[in-house]
């Protein structure tokens, strides 16, 4: 939450849109269609997939980079992981299944723009271990309309 501007959330319409634009993402991304998932983002995108790194409290906050891709490099990524040749590490494939709650939409600071925010949940099921893995996270968007 920012407390040092006032926040315009969306219209109902444009909300129920960006919903069903996180619910379809994640079904692409669960049924491993990287290259459609690819498809629905704009030449413009920047990818970041950040992790807090654990410091002291005295030492602040620090967030590190493990994904940071313009277009070009995320294809790179996609095109990877679509060809199994490429991935032995998941070959068999984990199964996932991805929830997205709690989204927050407010126009943005600038024409078209929206800030959105959501809550993730990723569950992956490595069938070749028996592995289970959880992962709890908050996703922060800039969306052009």
């Given at each position: 939450?920012?407390?040092?501007?006032?926040?315009?959330?969306?219209?109902?319409?444009?909300?129920?849109?960006?919903?069903?634009?996180?619910?379809?993402?994640?079904?692409?991304?669960?049924?491993?269609?990287?290259?459609?998932?690819?498809?629905?983002?704009?030449?413009?995108?920047?990818?970041?997939?950040?992790?807090?790194?654990?410091?002291?409290?005295?030492?602040?906050a620090v967030e590190h980079a493990i994904v940071d891709e313009l277009a070009e490099g995320l294809h790179l990524r996609v095109r990877q992981l679509d060809s199994p040749k490429l991935t032995i590490a998941e070959n068999p494939g984990s199964l996932h299944r991805r929830f997205v709650a709690n989204l927050r939409a407010d126009l943005g600071d600038r024409a078209g723009a929206i800030a959105a925010t959501t809550n993730l949940l990723v569950y992956r099921n490595r069938p070749a271990t028996d592995t289970v893995d959880l992962y709890a996270a908050e996703r922060i968007d800039a969306v052009s309309v």
């Open positions: 939450m920012d407390g040092d501007r006032a926040r315009t959330a969306v219209d109902a319409e444009t909300y129920v849109a960006l919903q069903r634009f996180y619910a379809d993402e994640a079904a692409l991304l669960d049924a491993n269609a990287y290259v459609e998932w690819f498809g629905i983002f704009t030449d413009d995108i920047h990818y970041r997939i950040l992790t807090p790194v654990s410091r002291a409290r005295d030492h602040g």
